[in-house]
């Protein structure tokens, strides 16, 4: 009997095992479907070893970062070298770098400049050379600013315009001199500029605007090309043409004495044939009317007015 009942708590505390044993594995898979994918783990009471290091690892280097994020490029570098002094041993002098190389943007552009581009610059290029090719594109390449100050030896130095000098008219509507800002009587010049550009001698034809005095600086040695507009060229053209008609229409002064015998008859013939002439007109005119249509006349478009406008303006 007493071996039966013995059996009997053995298997009955083993039944209790099991029944706890599959509760604790229920609680596990139920919390598992529960968890949120950004939930943390569950620890006891005593965090694990592992976790502990994790934690001030990340709150370390969270305070770090914040400090290093305080710091300027130069306080940040100061640090990690003094971080490698530390760490690994060696002298600062060992750090010290030499500025004569450095160089800045400026240099650079001014050691790859251009006057003129060709499709030969263009190969082969380099970040330095795209710099350069960057600024250069950027220019406004219609009018030159001009250095006049060596014109004695025959000497002068060309350069394009930037943005602030074509805002503030300089080079256009005031003298292109570098040292002048004079803004009347401008004329417009055209220049063969030669130059030595990299060793090699180039040629590039080069408009100005400059003052009366600055005019003569340039053209000290030998005149150069002014350019004119269309209108003021067809005038000059007219009074060219018409100067020895006028000339040969004026008499010597032997008649003069005959006009002033023969002034009364001849103005009073004058002006018989402008009232002939003027009622011809009115009658031609009145019969061509009821002749046919008008003729059309050719009308300037918008775009032909603007051009001849800016023609003006710009010579």
């Excluded at 330095?128 to 600024?135: P, R, T, V």
């Excluded at 008609?245 to 004026?250: E, N, T």
């Excluded at 004058?270 to 009317?289: F, I, Y």
Aim: glycine letters at 6%; a neutral charge; proline letters at 2%.
């Amino acid at each position: 009997m007493h071996g039966h009942g013995g059996y009997d708590s053995d298997f009955s505390d083993d039944e209790h095992c099991g029944e706890s044993s599959k509760r604790k594995k229920r609680t596990t898979e139920d919390d598992l479907l529960l968890q949120k994918p950004f939930q943390k783990e569950k620890h006891g009471k005593v965090v694990h070893k592992q976790v502990a290091e994790e934690l001030l690892d990340r709150e370390e280097a969270r305070n770090r970062r914040f400090h290093l994020i305080a710091m300027d490029a130069y306080q940040r570098h100061a640090k990690f070298v003094n971080d490698y002094i530390l760490y690994y041993g060696g002298k600062k002098e060992d750090f010290r770098r030499l500025g004569e190389n450095d160089k800045t943007d400026m240099d650079v552009i001014r050691e790859n400049h251009r006057f003129l581009w060709n499709e030969e610059d263009e190969v082969d290029m380099n970040w330095e050379k795209k710099l350069a090719k960057k600024y250069y594109d950027k220019l406004f390449k219609e009018y030159c600013i001009a250095d006049l100050s060596r014109y004695k030896e025959n000497k002068f130095g060309f350069r394009w315009r930037v943005e602030k000098e074509v805002i503030s008219g300089k080079g256009q509507f005031f003298c292109g001199n570098k040292h002048c800002d004079k803004k009347d009587n401008l004329k417009s010049w055209e220049v063969n500029f030669g130059y030595i550009e990299h060793g090699e001698k180039r040629n590039a034809l080069v408009k100005l605007r400059l003052c009366q005095e600055c005019s003569l600086k340039l053209n000290f040695h030998h005149r150069r090309k002014e350019v004119k507009s269309k209108k003021r060229k067809d005038r000059i053209k007219k009074d060219s043409e018409e100067s020895p008609h006028k000339k040969s229409r004026l008499s010597p002064a032997e008649g003069t004495s005959k006009k002033k015998n023969k002034g009364h008859s001849s103005s009073k013939k004058s002006e018989d044939s402008v009232n002939r002439s003027s009622d011809e007109e009115e009658s031609t005119s009145e019969s061509e009317l009821w002749k046919g249509p008008l003729p059309e006349t050719d009308e300037k478009s918008q775009e032909e007015e603007f051009d001849e406008y800016f023609q003006d303006l710009f010579l």
